[in-house]
């Protein structure tokens, strides 16, 4: 199912009254055992009876990355990379989102080479 359908579906099943979602209004994903929280512009919140691998499958074409066990994040919503162990990432809507040590070589790696 593409990710595209499963934004709508969950907006018009209720949770939203503007059901129009586009992938570029997902900042980040975290993932919670078998439901991934959507975290979408104007602070607004998506919950999916999806789990994250999945939901990562599913924006294998898009510019997002898995940067934590818990969290995939939109690379085009980081304002600012801040180093560490692993680092941390700020996003558009102000939240900070670890970077795990096991994924920030790939991850340094997506931003400098730039989108897909």
């Known amino acids: ?7 709508r579906a969950s907006a018009t099943s209720g949770c939203f009254n503007d ?10 994903i975290r993932g919670e055992n078998v439901y991934s929280v959507f975290h979408l ?14 939901v990562e499958g599913m924006l294998r074409s898009y510019d997002f990355f898995r940067v934590h066990k818990s969290y995939i994040i939109n690379l085009k919503c980081i304002t600012r990379y801040i180093k560490g162990e692993g680092g941390i990432v700020i996003l558009t809507d102000g939240s ?7 994924n920030k070589l790939e ?10």
């Open 19 to 28: 059901c129009d979602r586009g992938i570029d209004e997902i900042i980040k």
């Open 1 to 7: 199912m593409p990710i595209n359908t499963v934004v």
């Open 107 to 116: 991850f340094l790696k997506r931003i400098t080479t730039g989108p897909r």
């Open 96 to 102: 900070e989102v670890e970077v795990s040590r096991r």
């Open 41 to 54: 512009v104007k602070e607004k919140k998506l919950v999916v009876s999806i789990n994250l691998k999945e």
